[in-house]
């Protein structure tokens, strides 16, 4: 716990988690982040996805002025995204982003047409700007996709080969070297920060981290190649913690301009239903409006923004 004068900020405990935490009815609460997902705030002693140690509040005279949830996976030792922030007191809010010992990513979830409804517009940039003023800059703002069986499975182009990923560390540097080719030309807004902060192998080595973090097999992810045996990318069907999910599409720079990325896409639809997905998450930035356009083109509809700040 770490109080001033006229603020407490501190972590919750099982007990009390759940009636504290929603015990703050701040303004839009309900029309921006996890509650988009039909997600309550529920502890993983009660079957949920959030962990009490990881919540943190400001309390003023006792009452909930100001709070953050802080998520990570089943198996994380400690958060991966700050993914819940409302507040009533906006100083209180800064102090608390401050005083909480994690600083990851925090990804506001928005309805698609945000800035269009002016309640909505009005929560997301009140968001932003205490984030601002603890430390957070924004980074990007993205896409998020879900698809369904109602919106059709797009038919495979039949231009590529697609290859599993061979076993063991062989495996591994073969798609380190695909994605290092990759993101030596990208537009991508994480990849970019990652070079900036340690070149093309930390970007290539972020992803592939990303990829073992998912529960899901290696054995789906698939290497791209046209019918003469030239390399064009990579697809990583994945599951997350919430689903499956689009895990990542790339195509090497020398392939660029022939729409592969939009046979890789149908490539990795199509693996996913196969293994039973009913609904499949993706994203992408919106700056990247190649990819955006291909995942119109697949039917893909934008379920959601999310705006990313670190």
Do not use: K
């Amino acid at each position: 716990m770490i109080s001033s004068t006229s603020t407490v900020v501190r972590a919750l405990v099982q007990d009390e988690a759940r009636e504290l935490f929603t015990s703050l009815s701040a303004p839009g609460s309900d029309l921006l982040g996890p509650p988009l997902l039909g997600r309550p705030y529920t502890t993983v002693a009660e079957g949920g996805q959030y962990r009490p140690e990881w919540t943190w509040v400001a309390l003023r005279d006792g009452e909930v002025v100001a709070r953050a949830a802080f998520w990570g996976g089943p198996d994380d030792t400690e958060p991966v995204v700050l993914d819940w922030f409302d507040f009533t007191d906006r100083d209180a809010a800064v102090e608390l982003l401050r005083r909480a010992p994690f600083h990851v990513e925090y990804e506001l979830m928005l309805p698609p047409h945000w800035r269009e409804r002016d309640e909505v517009r009005a929560a997301a940039e009140a968001r932003v700007e205490a984030a601002g003023a603890a430390g957070y800059a924004f980074l990007v703002e993205r896409f998020r996709y879900a698809w369904t069986p109602e919106c059709g499975l797009p038919e495979r182009p039949g231009r590529l080969e697609f290859r599993p990923v061979p076993d063991g560390s062989a495996g591994e540097e073969a798609v380190l070297d695909v994605l290092r080719r990759v993101h030596s030309v990208t537009l991508d807004a994480h990849a970019r920060r990652a070079i900036a902060e340690g070149g093309v192998e930390q970007a290539a080595r972020e992803e592939l981290d990303f990829f073992l973090w998912c529960p899901s097999p290696r054995a789906w992810w698939r290497l791209a190649y046209t019918p003469d045996g030239e390399p064009v990318g990579i697809q990583v069907p994945a599951r997350n913690p919430s689903g499956p999910c689009v895990g990542f599409i790339g195509v090497v720079p020398e392939q660029r301009g022939h729409g592969y990325a939009y046979d890789l896409l149908v490539e990795c639809t199509h693996q996913l239903v196969a293994e039973g997905a009913e609904s499949i998450a993706a994203a992408t930035d919106v700056t990247n409006t190649p990819m955006a356009a291909h995942f119109a083109r697949a039917g893909y509809p934008v379920v959601q923004h999310r705006v990313c700040l670190g």
